[in-house]
T-cell receptor, first 115, second 111 residues
Framework: NAGVMQNPRHLVRRRGQEARLRCSPM?????VYWYRQLPEEGLKFMVY????????ESGMPKERFSAEFPKEGPSILRIQQVVRGDSAAYFC?????????????FGQGTRLTVV | AQRVTQPEKLLSVFKGAPVELKCNYS??????LFWYVQYSRQRLQLLLR??SRESIKGFTADLNKGETSFHLKKPFAQEEDSAMYYC?????????????FGQGTTLQVKP
């Protein structure tokens, strides 16, 4: 089991472009979480998805950000019209169920730089 | 508002010294409590969780409900313990694995 795979590892975008971040969960995991880490800060929850459903998007900015987890393929975090403040590390985690005491397995993250 | 505080950004100790990484949380309800660790160039991984009451790599963490703390301790630090440590309760009011992370503490163990 290769673990949670995120790509790309590094992404550079100019202001106004779109950024697409991909996350393939561990085999057998159908629960995906996205977190954002701004410089000098801890990880902040963004969104929780199950296959084809967004369960909790309370941490997502209201505009420009969207996420999906289709029946087939990876979960995608999409940022439209990126701005400098979107520069951060974005981490994906997966788990086999939604229980609060279940271990989450993390990917290595995507570092987004907006220039 | 729910909050997790790790007051030390950096903790530097000598090999063999005791270590305590502090974590305080402010929540209503009873969260599940975790410590995650990130070694250099590796991904974030679970170190231990309160519910298991286990000791991993010599680390233990005791929940003090009165002080709302979940400090991580090790009696004798090793150089390989140098890493970033995050305290992370899961959100108590939702039946999900959503985690609330502290700011993290960098542990530096000197030879």
């Amino acid at each position: 089991n290769a673990g949670v795979m995120q790509n790309p590892r590094h992404l550079v975008r100019r202001r106004g472009q779109e950024a697409r971040l991909r996350c393939s969960p561990m085999k057998g995991h159908s629960h995906v979480y996205w977190y954002r880490q701004l410089p000098e800060e801890g990880l902040k929850f963004m969104v929780y998805l199950q296959k084809e459903n967004i369960i909790d998007e309370s941490g997502m900015p209201k505009e420009r950000f969207s996420a999906e987890f289709p029946k087939e393929g990876p979960s995608i975090l999409r940022i439209q019209q990126v701005v400098r403040g979107d520069s951060a590390a974005y981490f994906c985690a997966s788990s086999p169920d939604q229980r609060g005491n279940t271990e989450a397995f993390f990917g290595q993250g995507t570092r987004l730089t907006v220039v | 508002a729910q909050r997790v505080t790790q007051p030390e950004k950096l903790l530097s100790v000598f090999k063999g010294a005791p270590v305590e990484l502090k974590c305080n949380y402010s929540y209503s309800g009873s969260p599940e409590l975790f410590w995650y660790v990130q070694y250099s160039r590796q991904r974030l991984q679970l170190l231990l969780r309160h519910i298991s009451r286990e000791s991993i790599k010599g680390f233990t963490a005791d929940l003090n409900k009165g002080e709302t703390s979940f400090h991580l301790k090790k009696p004798f630090a090793q150089e390989e313990d140098s890493a970033m440590y995050y305290c992370a309760p899961s959100h108590p009011s939702s039946n999900t694995g959503k985690l609330i992370f502290g700011q993290g503490t960098t542990l530096q163990v000197k030879p």
